[in-house]
């Protein structure tokens, strides 16, 4: 009996990844392509999604049945109506100063887009540089767009950061007026089908001329459905950046707190700046691996330090003006990258204390996913400060959007 197949693709910022899975939940392919110019070239994104398609073997391409796409979430392009870009992606960390003190001038009692990472912003900064004649679209949805061969939609837990209310599923009341909410995509929820692949596209692709498109969602949400947690579990990414989500009865509000509807749940957590990218700042790779290994992690390090890439934070503390605290910096190395893992942790602590004190209850574990969950010692530390158990996963967000399109396909 031939099986059914799925392709789950994974846009992230070093490369996009692809996973073919079977109607059993066993992946069959699996096939990855770092960006050759770098993550903000919107055309790179879509070269390398052709090649990795064109990768797949042509027995297991003739079975697919559905595709679902998640990116970072953020990451903003505007577009003609055609999908033609103009210009590169505002990425995610983009601060866009400029915009960001238009924010509450522009939204004084509607929303609270203080955080200068807001997509409103990178919205803002896109409108003034070209026109309102554009469309505003994050990277998943552009490749959803690709895929179609139409760029109406908008998945919704790509588009919370640009102001889309997931629970009342709108936009804002004080949207109405905007002369550029025109720009602004036609909102589906994650797991909905979008339609078919485009004839042209599939002809190019030797791709399955009935070959479902699927709204997918955030790479980070993406993240989590792969760890296939269990409602006890809580959920850490350790990336460039730090994530806590866990799966709740009913959305949660609270300063820096968002809610998803992944698969018909509803998904909390919080985003900080920590994690990943500021210890990158501060040593390579190899110095990383090296320097962990020296640690005792079942010694405190006696250091005390906020570990910020730069000024601001969204979580556990939303507060665009809160500083790094970097230093003193002893003269040992590693114990130096022991005082920024601790620091880490106890932001992490932080934040599930914080996730608590709104609703959501305890966790009883914590799965890890993401480059840090590989650090033995790294694990070891947050264990010791949290006060829980920790384990790793190290299954791909390309899988958890994959498992979208199967749940997509099998309803």
């Known amino acids: ?6 392709l789950g693709i994974d846009l992230g910022t070093s490369g996009v990844k692809v996973i073919a899975l079977a109607d059993n939940g066993k992946v069959i ?27 797949i073997p042509k027995e297991h391409k ?26 590169n992606a505002i990425p995610y960390n983009d601060e866009c100063l400029e915009q960001k003190y238009a924010l509450k001038a522009l939204f004084p009692n509607c929303l609270d887009p203080s955080i200068s990472t807001s997509s ?13 004649n554009i469309l505003l679209r994050h990277q998943a949805d552009w490749i959803n767009g690709w895929l179609l061969n139409d760029w109406s939609w908008g998945e919704e837990a790509n588009n919370l950061k640009l102001g889309w209310d997931i629970k009342e599923r709108k936009w804002p009341s004080c949207f109405e ?25 599939a002809s190019s692709l030797d791709l ?7 709204a997918g969602t955030t790479d980070s949400n993406a993240a989590v459905l792969a760890a ?82 730069s000024q601001g934070d969204r979580f556990p503390e939303n507060d665009p003006y809160i500083a790094p605290i970097l230093e003193p910096r002893p003269t040992s190395d590693s114990l130096y990258l022991h005082g920024l893992f601790e620091g880490i942790a106890k932001i992490e602590a932080q934040g599930w204390k914080k996730l608590i004190e709104i609703g959501a209850p305890p966790p009883e574990r914590i799965i890890t996913i993401g480059g840090g969950a590989r650090n033995p010692q790294w694990r070891r530390i947050r264990e010791r400060i949290i006060g829980l158990p920790i384990r790793t996963c190290s299954s791909p967000p390309a899988l958890g959007v994959a498992l979208l399109a199967l749940k997509a396909l099998n309803k």
Not at 1 to 6: E, N
Not at 65 to 72: C, E, L, S
Request: aromatic share 6%; glycine share 10%; hydrophobic share 35%.
């Open 1 to 6: 009996m031939t099986q059914s197949l799925v």
């Open 120 to 132: 409103i912003a990178r919205a803002l900064k896109l409108i003034k540089k070209f026109d309102e």
């Open 208 to 214: 399955p001329k009935d070959l479902l498109i699927i």
């Open 228 to 309: 296939k947690p269990k409602f006890k579990d809580g959920v850490t990414v350790l990336g460039s950046t730090l994530v806590l989500k866990r799966f709740v009865n009913e959305p949660l509000f609270a300063s820096g707190i968002t809610n998803h509807r992944v698969g018909n749940k509803w998904l909390c957590g919080g985003s900080s700046n920590t994690g990943g990218l500021v210890l990158k700042q501060l040593f390579n790779d190899a110095q990383l691996v090296e320097l962990s290994r020296q640690i005792n992690p079942n010694s405190d390090s006696g250091l005390s330090f906020r570990p910020l890439p």
């Open 29 to 55: 392919s699996e096939q990855k392509k770092e960006y050759k110019k770098g993550f903000i070239y919107i055309n790179e994104w879509k070269r390398n999604c052709e090649l990795l398609i064109k990768e």
């Open 62 to 87: 003739k079975n697919l049945r559905a595709i679902a796409v998640d990116g970072t979430s953020g990451t903003l392009i505007a577009c003609r109506p055609n999908g033609e870009p103009l210009g």
């Open 177 to 201: 007026y905007l002369s550029w909410k025109k720009c602004l995509p036609g909102i589906v929820k994650s797991g909905e089908i979008l339609g078919t692949i485009s004839q042209e596209l």
